[in-house]
């Protein structure tokens, strides 16, 4: 099993329908991660959260909100899906501490509003 | 915004050595440089990271400046596979700061 996974993996929803999407981690790690992509686009941080109780905006968290539910569990949603919200969805998780090796990735979710 | 600069495309030959620069000028005393991967659509991938010593690992090596204000990351025979968007990124570790990412530089091994 992927070490960092998110469900679904692809989704199709239409404009103002609300939508959550899951990440669940085995790495152990606290800080929990979820960046969006758009095409030719690097990625942009919708929000963190570096332990439980902790949940952090990003650059770019108007229209979505998150849930820290468990050390292993992180989601994001979108309460009222609007179409340029399609794009690329990535969780990601790192370990704070000493010997940090970076963040390890999930395999992202395709997300399209119509 | 990202504190990195990357030329934005670059081609290398199966089985050649890739060098993939990148400028960090304005980095910090205890920023790390750390590179990460992409390929297609895929989640980003660690590769190395290094602070002022070169660094090497199974995947590639990290040649930084003296100086610290750049880098160039050595795919030593690449393949096609390696072809993705590579990112450059400073990061200070054990802090409260995020990877911030740039647009990368698309690499594309040709046969």
């Known amino acids: 099993d992927a070490d960092v996974t998110q469900t679904p993996r692809n989704r199709i929803t239409k404009t103002g329908k609300r939508i959550m999407l899951e990440c669940s981690q085995t790495?152990?790690?606290?800080?929990m991660y979820w960046y969006r992509q758009d095409p030719g686009l690097g990625l942009r941080l919708i929000y963190y959260?570096?332990?439980?109780?902790?949940?952090n905006k990003g650059e770019i968290s108007d229209g979505y909100s998150v849930s820290r539910q468990a050390q292993a569990k992180f989601s994001l949603s979108l309460e009222s899906a609007i179409p340029n919200q399609t794009a690329l969805y990535f969780c990601?998780?790192?370990?704070?501490?000493?010997?940090?090796?970076?963040?390890?990735f999930g395999s992202g979710t395709r997300l399209t509003v119509v | 915004d990202a504190k990195t600069t990357q030329p934005p495309s670059m081609d290398c030959a199966e089985g050649r050595a890739a060098n993939l620069p990148c400028n960090h000028s304005?980095?910090?005393?205890?920023?790390?440089v750390y590179w990460y991967r992409q390929i297609h659509s895929q989640g980003p991938q660690y590769i190395i990271h290094g602070l002022k010593n070169n660094e090497t690992n199974e995947m590639a090596s990290l040649i930084i400046t003296e100086d610290r204000k750049s880098s160039t990351l050595i795919l030593p025979h690449a393949t096609l596979r390696d072809t993705a968007v590579y990112y450059c990124i400073v990061y200070s570790q054990g802090g409260s700061e995020k990877l911030v990412f740039g647009k990368g530089m698309k690499l594309t091994v040709n046969p």
């Open positions: 990601a998780t790192s370990d704070a501490g000493i010997g940090f090796y970076g963040y390890t």
């Open positions: 790495k152990g790690h606290d800080r």
């Open positions: 304005t980095i910090s005393g205890n920023e790390y």
């Open positions: 959260s570096f332990d439980v109780k902790d949940i």
